[in-house]
C-alpha cells in the first residue's frame, strides 16, 4: 500500500502485506531523505548521549548493519549556573547536520529524535500543561514544547517524535525491561490526551514559522500506551488534520495497532515501536500486529549483564534438545578454555576473530574491550533475527506465523541473567525511585565492615603482621571515647 502521495519526507512502500487492511505484519521498505533505505521490519539502536553503548560510531559503521538510532535530546540538555545553554545547541555545521556531526553519527543512518531515553527514567515529579520532566545529568529539569521545538529546529534530525504526555509508573511488579506506562485513572489518562494534542498543533504551529527551503524532520505522531477509545479522538484527529504533516507513528503501546484499521489515512505511515520489548518473542507479537521498527529495550542491558545472544529465526528443526536458552552467560567458568565462536556459524566480527575463552577473560578483566566485543556480537544476532523474519515474510505462501509459533516451542521464554558485574553506570542505568539497590556491588569496604570478622585472619589474608591488641580484638578504637580532659588525666600523649 503506497504512502500518500502529500508525503514528501518518508518513502514507506508495503511490498507485502498479511491483512488486507493494512493491519499485520507486512514487509516494506523505509527511504529517508539523504539516507540509506532499510527494509522492515527492522530495529534501530539506541544510544546514550549519542552513541551506541560500548561501540565506536567507526566500529557501529564496519561492524554491523544498523541503519538509524533513537537520540534522547534529554541526553544533553544538563545546564548549570555556568553553562546557561547545553553544547548540542551550539554545533555548527555546513555540510551535515548539527545533531549527526555532533554524535559523529555515519552519514548513511537516520536519527530518531525524542524527548526521553526508551526506557525513560521516572520522574518524581510530574509534566505540567506546557511542559514535561526530563532526567539530564544534572537533575531533572523541564523542558517546554516550545524549547522542544526549537532544539529540534537546531539540531536537525530525520526524524522527530513531537511530546508526549506520559507518565510513567513509581512501582510494578514486572521486572525492568517489562516496565510498562500505566495510567489507572481516567483524569489523567484524559489529561494525557488532551495535552498530547495540544503539543502537537503547537509543534506544527512552531514548524509553519521556519524560512521556506529550511529542512524540516520527518514527524512521527506519539499513539499513547492507553485504551483505544480513551485516545480515539487524538486519532481522529491525527486522521483528518494532521495525516498530510506527519511522516509516521510512534507507538507506545502495540495493543492499539488493531484499531488502526478504522483510519484508513494512518494505515500506510510507518509504525515505530517505542513499547517495551522484553524478549525477541515480544518482538514477534508486535510484529504480528503491525509494527515495523524497532527499539529493543533489553539490547543494550543484556551487553552490560555478560549474555550473548544465540538465538534464530527460523529457530532449528531439532527440537530434541528440549528448550533452548535465548543466550550464553560468558561469566561462568566453562568458557576458560573454550576456542570456539560465541555462536557457531555466526558471522559477526567477534565470532570470527575471537574466542569464548577471550571474551570470558576480558569480562573477568573488566576490560571494556569485552563488553565492546558483546555488543557487535548481540547487534549482529537481533540483525540476523530479523533478516529471518523478512526472508519468512517474502517466503510464498508466507512462513512468519509458522516459525514464530516454532521459535516460541524451541526458545526459552525469559532472557538469561548474568551473574557477573556489569560495567560502569551510565545515564540510562539510573532510576529516581528511592531505595533501589545498587547495580554493581562496591569495589571497596571499611576493614573492619564485614561482621564478625577475625582481625588477625583478615591482616593475614592482607599479607600484614598482626600482633597485640589489634591480635586480641581490642585494639584501641580510632575515634577517643573521652573527650580532652578525660584523655589528658589518662596521660595521653606523654612521653614515658
Not at 524549547?147 to 509508573?169: E, G, H, K, N
Not at 504533516?245 to 517505542?274: E, F, M, Q, T, W
Not at 525477541?280 to 508486535?286: F, K, M
Request: aromatic share 8%; proline share 7%; hydrophobic share 35%.
Amino acid at each position: 500500500m503506497p504512502a500518500p502521495e502529500t508525503n514528501e519526507k518518508v518513502m514507506f512502500r508495503v511490498i507485502r502485506a498479511a491483512a488486507n487492511d493494512g493491519v499485520g505484519a507486512r514487509l516494506a521498505t523505509l527511504s529517508l531523505p539523504k539516507r540509506a533505505s532499510i527494509d522492515t521490519p527492522n530495529f534501530i539502536g539506541l544510544t546514550a548521549r549519542g552513541a551506541v553503548p560500548h561501540v565506536t560510531p567507526d566500529n557501529v559503521a564496519q561492524r554491523s548493519e544498523l541503519g538509524g538510532v533513537y537520540i534522547a535530546l534529554e541526553d544533553f540538555m544538563e545546564t548549570t549556573k555556568q553553562k546557561k545553554s547545553p553544547p548540542l545547541l551550539g554545533m555548527k555545521s555546513e555540510d551535515r547536520e548539527p545533531l549527526h556531526a555532533f554524535t559523529a553519527m555515519p552519514s548513511h543512518m537516520f536519527t530518531v529524535l525524542g524527548a526521553r531515553r526508551h526506557p525513560a527514567i521516572n520522574s518524581p515529579i510530574g509534566n505540567a500543561k506546557d511542559s514535561i520532566s526530563i532526567f539530564t545529568s544534572t537533575g531533572f529539569q523541564k523542558l517546554t514544547n516550545k524549547d522542544y521545538c526549537q532544539c529540534v529546529d537546531s539540531v536537525r534530525p530525520d526524524v522527530v517524535i513531537p511530546l508526549a504526555d506520559m507518565t510513567y509508573a513509581q512501582s510494578t511488579t514486572f521486572p525492568e525491561t517489562k516496565r510498562r506506562t500505566t495510567v489507572t485513572s481516567s483524569k489523567r489518562q484524559l489529561r494525557m490526551v488532551e495535552r498530547t494534542e495540544d503539543w502537537l498543533a503547537e509543534f506544527f504551529e512552531e514548524s509553519g514559522d521556519r524560512d521556506e527551503g529550511t529542512a524540516t524532520p520527518s514527524v512521527f505522531a506519539p499513539l499513547l500506551p492507553i485504551s483505544y477509545p480513551t485516545q480515539w479522538d487524538y486519532i481522529q484527529q491525527l486522521e483528518q488534520d494532521f495525516a498530510v504533516k506527519i511522516s509516521g507513528l510512534a507507538v507506545y503501546d502495540a495493543d492499539v495497532l488493531p484499531d488502526l484499521s478504522n483510519h484508513g489515512p494512518l494505515v500506510p505511515l510507518p509504525r515505530l515501536s517505542l513499547d517495551y520489548t522484553a524478549t525477541p518473542q515480544e518482538i514477534l507479537r508486535q510484529i504480528h500486529l503491525g509494527m515495523d521498527i524497532f527499539t529493543v529495550s533489553f539490547l543494550n542491558g543484556i551487553s552490560d549483564a555478560g549474555i550473548a545472544l544465540s538465538f534464530t529465526f527460523p529457530p532449528p528443526s531439532d527440537l530434541s534438545a528440549g528448550i533452548r536458552p535465548l543466550g550464553i552467560n560468558m561469566w561462568t567458568s566453562d568458557h576458560e578454555t573454550a576456542v570456539e565462536p560465541l555462536v557457531e556459524g555466526c558471522k559477526c566480527y567477534t565470532c570470527t576473530k575471537h574466542h569464548r575463552a577471550f571474551l570470558h577473560h576480558l569480562l573477568n578483566a573488566k576490560e571494556m574491550l569485552g563488553w565492546s566485543l558483546l555488543q557487535i556480537h548481540n547487534y549482529q544476532v537481533i540483525s540476523d533475527f530479523f533478516a529471518g523474519i523478512r526472508a519468512s515474510l517474502h517466503a510464498e505462501p508466507s512462513k512468519f506465523e509458522e516459525y514464530s509459533d516454532a521459535f516460541s516451542l524451541a526458545y526459552d521464554s525469559e532472557l538469561p541473567i548474568g551473574t557477573g558485574t556489569r560495567p560502569r553506570a551510565r545515564g540510562y542505568h539510573f532510576k529516581s525511585r528511592g531505595g533501589d539497590d545498587k547495580m554493581n556491588p562496591p569495589a571497596w569496604a571499611r576493614y573492619e565492615a564485614a561482621e564478625g570478622s577475625d582481625p588477625a585472619l583478615a591482616g593475614e589474608m592482607a599479607g600484614l603482621a598482626v600482633t597485640g591488641a589489634a591480635a586480641e580484638g581490642t585494639e584501641t578504637p580510632l575515634t577517643p571515647d573521652a573527650d580532652a580532659e578525660g584523655l589528658d588525666k589518662k596521660g595521653f600523649a606523654e612521653i614515658s
